[in-house]
């Protein structure tokens, strides 16, 4: 089994990235004391090596303040363990939500285009709300949250007159700077569209719904079926549309980030609540098809969550949970789980790309998923 490792890394910064520090590698010790592999004191001694927690604009579900409010959250385990400082701490993110909740809405009614930064799981509003629907549903920030999502999903027109999605950013995707000139609307969970409708889902599947909550829901799966591509080898999404259109869609890697497992169960979790049975049956033969595809399967390099067999097995698993047949999904996983531990453990330490979020996707390889770290991947 691949366990984590402490990072050489000590800068605050790194301390408390959740996707890369020592603050993610917590969510491992939070798991083990759970199930009794390991001492809540391992927990307290990786928390406290933390440092004083950044609270500003670059602070996230990734970063700072909210990182730690989530870890915290997973360490509680509905006792009162950490009561106080998870107090402090929900202040905390009301009072930052409260503020990014203002500068999106003045950049919307100013006609300027979004960026990941402001929306997406990693660093914007969805990490924001995955977070606050466990620790405050009912707040008037995570209603706040839901009703700039459901703001974000309208068409806007931009200078040259063309309509395009709210989340149409005008940069391009980091992993190809020249591949969209002009900027592009994003189709993945890290990054695009599919973290917004997941949160809404989840949202909605928990009783916590806005004005227009259901018809944003509508419109993303809308304009996930104008993109959607089908042929023999199955059902499969473009990691983005441009000016020049939806990007090609081959067969990819099937990873958490970009891949069809996760938008297949962010639709399957759309169609739970809109009750859209056709779209169910098509997000998870979706996912079928890429598990039975041996040459999208190889080209997933690595144990990591983000886009290794780890995410994979992780996002499964959930998708079982609510499938029509779950067997078509359970049956499955003693075969990923067997490519998991062939392929190459990741040189790295953190949660999101390394041994951390390796070793939690392993931890439940061919049982029901325990725990709940993965509602940071909106899994659940």
């Known amino acids: 089994m691949t366990t984590a490792l402490h990072t050489t890394d000590t800068s605050l ?17 939070v798991e083990r004391a759970r199930r009794r592999t390991g001492d809540w004191q391992d927990v307290h001694r990786a928390l406290s090596e933390i440092g004083p927690l950044i609270d500003g ?10 990182a730690m409010a989530f ?13 106080g400082a998870l107090h402090t701490l929900d202040n905390i993110v009301a009072t930052h939500t409260r503020r990014r909740l203002t500068a999106a809405h003045a950049r919307i009614d100013a006609g300027r285009r979004t960026a990941f930064a402001e929306y997406d799981v990693f660093r914007g509003l969805t990490g924001i709300g995955a977070l606050l629907l466990r620790r405050q549903p009912q707040g008037p920030e995570m209603k706040g949250v839901l009703e700039y999502l459901v703001r974000l999903t309208k068409l806007v027109t931009d200078p040259a007159g063309e309509k395009r999605p709210g989340w149409w950013v005008g940069h391009a995707p980091a992993s190809d700077t020249a591949a969209t000139p002009g900027g592009h609307a994003n189709a993945g969970i890290a990054h695009g569209i599919t973290g917004p409708l997941a949160l809404l889902a989840l949202a909605m599947r928990a009783g916590v719904t806005v004005d227009g909550h259901e018809e944003a829901i509508r419109r993303i799966c809308r304009w996930l079926d104008q993109i959607r591509q089908s042929d023999h080898r199955g059902t499969r999404w473009p990691r983005w549309s441009s000016n020049r259109g939806p990007a ?33 049956r098509m997000a998870e033969r979706a996912l079928l098809h890429c598990l039975s595809d041996p040459h999208q399967l190889d080209q997933i390099a690595d144990r990591g969550l983000c886009h290794g067999f780890g995410g994979l097995l992780r996002t499964v698993q959930r998708v ?61």
């Open 13 to 29: 910064p790194s301390r408390q990235s959740l996707a890369h520090g020592p603050l993610g590698a917590a969510l491992l010790h």
């Open 248 to 280: 090609l869609a081959l067969p990819a890697t099937p990873s958490w980030c970009y891949g069809t497992p996760s938008l297949a169960r962010a639709q399957q979790l759309a169609a739970i609540v809109l009750r859209d049975d056709e779209r169910k």
């Open 320 to 380: 079982a949970e609510d499938a029509d047949v779950p067997a078509l999904f359970t049956n499955r996983l003693g075969r990923i789980t067997d490519r998991f531990l062939t392929a190459e453990a990741p040189e790295k330490t953190g949660f999101l790309v390394g041994k951390t979020g390796a070793a939690l996707a392993l931890l439940d390889a061919e049982t029901q998923p325990q725990g709940q770290w993965d509602v940071c991947l909106l899994l659940t």
């Open 57 to 66: 604009e670059d602070s996230n579900l990734y970063l700072g303040a909210p």
């Open 71 to 83: 870890v915290l959250h997973l360490a509680a385990d509905g006792t009162d363990r950490y009561a």
